[in-house]
């Protein structure tokens, strides 16, 4: 659900839902696609160096140092989070490399 508010001049928009909220602002730097999985950081991430991860209506996080561990995940399959975990750690030192780019601005 959306609820919208007018202040003056501006419209703002509040939601709980977190995928509406990601989609309705440029807060959430897309850092791979495959295999319809998307990994993502929040504009605000904290540490531990981490990473989201969407396909359909699963959602996983996975922290990535000292090494590829599931944080939390929910509505996903188990061969699909498995899928998820093979290719965060394929891709571990480039999702730390953009976590850096993106983050220690």
């Known amino acids: 659900m959306i609820a919208e508010t007018v ?10 839902d977190l995928s509406i909220a990601a989609s309705l602002c440029n807060c959430v730097p897309k850092v791979l696609e ?9 504009s605000n991430e904290h540490h531990p160096i981490h990473v989201h991860v969407r396909r359909g209506g699963g959602e996983a996080v996975f922290d990535m140092e000292p090494v590829v561990e599931l944080r939390e995940s929910q509505g996903f399959k188990l061969k699909e989070l498995a899928r998820a975990e093979a290719l965060a750690l394929e891709y571990r030192e480039w999702i730390i490399s953009k976590w850096h ?3 220690d601005r």
């Open 7 to 16: 202040l003056g001049t501006r419209t703002i928009l509040q939601t709980t």
């Open 34 to 42: 495959r295999d319809g999985f998307v990994f993502f950081f929040y």
């Open 101 to 103: 780019e993106h983050l």
